[in-house]
Nanobody
Framework: QVQLVESGGGLVQAGGSLRLSCAAS????????VGWFRQAPGKERTFVAA????????YYADSVKGRFTISRDNAKNTVYLQMNSLKPEDTAVYYC????????????????????WGQGTQVTVSS
């Protein structure tokens, strides 16, 4: 069974930190870019961050640049999102997704480039 499982979400005060994990089973992250997206209540899903297949290239939405860090551990088939200096506007369900392009150095914000998605993990930042 193909699954992407996000974990690490929760309730945190503004200024706090959380580390999200995305573990893959039934498919591999090795060789593929992986991205994080989020969807706030009543809003469309938006891009947060992405990492290329080797981990050598990353791309961030302007709203999280300098606060969030995406990383990957191919041996563990897991991608992480370290979120620091959290703000109430970061409140959302966070999703990870695997890109369709194997061994691609390009990482971008278009959700159409991603074909496997997790179920999401809730992040709530209180003011």
């Amino acid at each position: 069974q193909v699954q992407l499982v996000e974990s690490g979400g929760g309730l945190v005060q503004a200024g706090g930190s959380l580390r999200l994990s995305c573990a893959a089973s039934g498919l591999t992250f090795r060789g593929y870019p992986v991205g994080w997206f989020r969807q706030a209540p009543g809003k469309e899903r938006t891009f947060v961050a992405a990492i290329n297949w080797s981990g050598g290239r990353t791309y961030y939405a302007d709203s999280v640049k300098g606060r969030f860090t995406i990383s990957r551990d191919n041996a563990k088939n897991t991608v992480y999102l370290q979120m620091n200096s959290l703000k109430p506007e970061d409140t959302a369900v966070y999703y990870c997704a695997r890109d369709i392009h194997v061994y691609s150095d390009y990482v971008g914000p278009s959700s159409s480039d991603y074909n496997y998605w997790g179920q999401g993990t809730q992040v709530t930042v209180s003011s």
